[in-house]
């Protein structure tokens, strides 16, 4: 319809209800009284009548003693003026070039609507492309760097990010470099060299330091390298900053081995594979001091909150059909007591992962408070052990937290959206 109003504009319709727009080619050039303003004939001249009646007195002609039925210039006329079978419509009487501009006025209309809904509010710093890419190598291609915008789904009730969060960040530019660098092969973070042998990485220690948490709508800028841990580990860490400010937001340092995934055993690192890594390797640690504490083991006597009955779901389990590192922080914090995560945030954490979890174990999560300062304050620090464990008493991944008081936030609801 939009199209029929565009190209009516420049074709007017003509009147099809008489002779009169046969004849309108006749009568054009002899004056301009005989034209409307539209270009139809609007009364036949004299001259032209009384040649039509000179064509009509004329005799019919006889071949063999036969009349032939011969058509006047007149009759030619008015048969050609004569309706069409076919129902008259605007586009089957435009010519072929002016239907086609009909379908291009559509498509411009259409397209300038279309960009008028996808500019409907101004830009912002944050919602630059550049800032939502798959990631980059930077500085002499060394370190991975990628940008995340935090999700309405990926804040709690304190209306930050979770520790969960964050972590699934960290994840994602370690593998996303791997994959920019052109070392992705086969396995989940595996190289070529460690698919072609059947090794997966597998973490053995993690320790992240928080400074604050982002909210949602914040972007946050993640660095991650990798560096060289003993003669068969890898040592990965990253940095967090905000995109905007360039705040710190988290530091973290981890501890990688190999495995293979047929038999479940560690493996030592091949040289074909060091040879891969070895080029990527940097000289740098995110977190200075690193918690060196043992950790101790925590049974039912010495814990003072316990959870049972903890199983995996099939979306827990990764690509290597284990459950992913990040699922068991979410574990382990089954067990703290809901004063603590109601009036502190997790500041820090250690983890030593002892070995995975299948599809089908039970877990029981156990937490023991070592170092409760508050005396019945909420300002005060906390400092946790954790303990995941398969009911069988085997140990998955032991664990120490420290708390600090929850900053002041804005007023929340359940089940407010």
């Given at each position: ?49 009384a ?18 039925g ?29 239907v ?48 995340f ?35 992705l ?44 841990s ?14 905007r ?132 304050l ?40």
């Amino acid at each position: 319809m939009v199209a029929s109003v565009a190209a009516s504009a420049f074709f007017p319709t003509p009147s099809f209800s008489s002779t009169a727009s046969a004849k309108a080619s006749k009568t054009i050039g002899e004056g301009s009284e005989s034209l409307d303003v539209r270009g139809i004939v609007a009364k036949p001249t004299s001259s032209s009548a009384a040649m039509q009646g000179k064509v009509k007195a004329q005799a019919v002609p006889k071949i063999n003693g036969t009349k032939v039925g011969l058509k006047t210039e007149s009759q030619k006329a008015e048969e050609d003026a004569a309706p069409s079978s076919a129902p008259r419509t605007f586009y089957n009487q435009l010519p072929d070039w002016s239907v086609l501009l009909a379908a291009v006025t559509t498509i411009f209309l259409a397209a300038e609507k279309q960009w008028t809904l996808l500019d409907w509010k101004p830009r912002r710093p944050d919602m630059l492309t550049d800032a939502f890419s798959l990631g980059k190598i930077v500085q002499d291609g060394l370190i991975f760097r990628q940008n995340f915008s935090i999700r309405s789904y990926e804040i709690g009730a304190d209306r930050t990010a979770s520790i969960e969060t964050l972590m699934n960040h960290l994840q994602e530019t370690a593998l996303n470099h791997v994959r920019n660098a052109g070392l992705l092969g086969d396995g989940f973070g595996a190289t070529p060299e460690m698919s072609k042998r059947n090794l997966i990485w597998v973490v053995t220690k993690m320790q992240v330091l928080v400074e604050h948490y982002p909210s949602w709508g914040d972007v946050v800028e993640v660095d991650t390298w990798v560096g060289a841990s003993g003669k068969n580990g890898m040592r990965r860490d990253w940095h967090v900053r905000d995109y905007r400010t360039g705040q710190t937001i988290l530091r973290a340092t981890s501890v990688w081995v190999m495995m293979n995934k047929h038999t479940r055993k560690l493996s030592k690192m091949p040289e074909e594979v060091r040879a891969e890594i070895g080029p990527y390797f940097v000289e740098h640690a995110a977190i200075v001091d690193e918690d060196s504490r043992k950790l101790p083991k925590l049974d039912d006597d010495t814990a003072d909150y316990i959870k049972w009955g903890l199983t995996p779901r099939w979306s827990d389990l990764d690509v290597n059909q284990h459950v992913n590192n990040v699922k068991y922080i979410g574990w382990i914090l089954e067990s703290a007591p809901i004063s603590i995560l109601e009036n502190h945030e997790l500041a820090s954490m250690t983890l030593e992962y002892r070995r995975e979890c299948g599809r089908d174990s039970v877990l029981q999560s156990l937490t023991a408070i070592s170092n409760d300062c508050t005396g019945g304050l909420p300002e005060a620090s906390i400092e946790c052990q954790h303990l995941l464990q398969l009911e069988c008493g085997a140990e998955i991944v032991r664990g120490r937290t420290q708390w600090r008081p929850r900053r002041a936030s804005g007023p929340t609801s359940a089940g407010s959206a």
